[in-house]
């Protein structure tokens, strides 16, 4: 089976830098993706990594330790418009591939 | 291109009623799925289409059906409706080719009440 964890909730301002974490237990691992979703709509992909390291994206970065079942996002000078749910979901190696979500991490950006 | 189109967006139902939920896709995808996604609970797979006439049970089955007779088409049927099923529901789509392969793209959604 597969396990997510993310913290429910986190707040920071404007500007700032926030890291979101994301840890998982799989019985076959094949990439670890993160979704921002705002609030009354859909889930949209933001980055996905398979192999250990850091994936940088403007100012979104994913990094990946597939040893200790770890990730995080990085967020870089907050904007207001980043308010909103971070998404860590996993692909397995099995079948279809699922990818099972965790329950997302809220983040709420003050001025 | 739209994406991924889902209808209704909205949607109140007695217990034991049916209704369809509709999902189009015109990206040639050909992976679909659906999810519900629920307080607390994270996206939860339903049901899963791998090409036209290919379906599976995904983590939470039960109380629904879907077909998929052609590559653009997912519907999703709720066949006895029960407060349970109380949710907001999520088509999705993926290719397995490319650079953007397993991106899932989703509908906007639909929020489905059941009294």
């Known amino acids: 089976g597969q396990n997510i964890d993310q913290p429910t909730e986190m707040t920071a301002t404007e500007g700032a830098i926030v890291q979101i974490n994301c840890t998982y237990q799989t019985s076959g691992f094949n990439g670890l993706f993160w979704y921002q979703q705002h609030a009354g709509e859909a889930p949209t992909f933001l980055s996905y990594n398979v192999l250990d390291g850091l994936e940088e994206k403007g100012r979104f970065s994913s990094f990946l330790s597939r040893s200790k079942g770890y990730s995080y996002l990085l967020l870089k000078e907050l904007q207001m418009k980043d308010s909103a749910s971070y998404l860590c979901?996993?692909?397995?190696?099995?079948?279809?591939?699922?990818?099972?979500f965790g329950t997302g991490t809220r983040l709420l950006v003050s001025p | 291109n739209a994406g991924v189109t889902q209808t209704p967006k909205f949607q109140v139902l007695k217990t034991g009623q049916s209704m369809t939920l509709q999902c189009a896709q015109d990206?040639?995808?050909?992976?679909m799925s659906w999810y519900r996604q629920d307080p607390g609970m994270g996206l939860r797979l339903i049901h899963y289409s791998v090409g036209a006439g290919i379906t599976d049970q995904g983590e939470v089955p039960n109380g629904y059906n879907v077909s998929r007779s052609t590559t653009e088409d997912f519907p999703l049927r709720l066949l006895s409706a029960a407060p349970s099923q109380t949710s907001v529901y999520f088509c999705a789509s993926n290719t397995i080719r490319g650079s953007g392969a397993n991106v899932l793209t989703f509908g906007a959604g639909s929020r489905l009440t059941v009294l």
């Open positions: 990206m040639n995808h050909e992976y």
């Open positions: 979901a996993v692909r397995s190696n099995t079948g279809f591939q699922k990818l099972v």
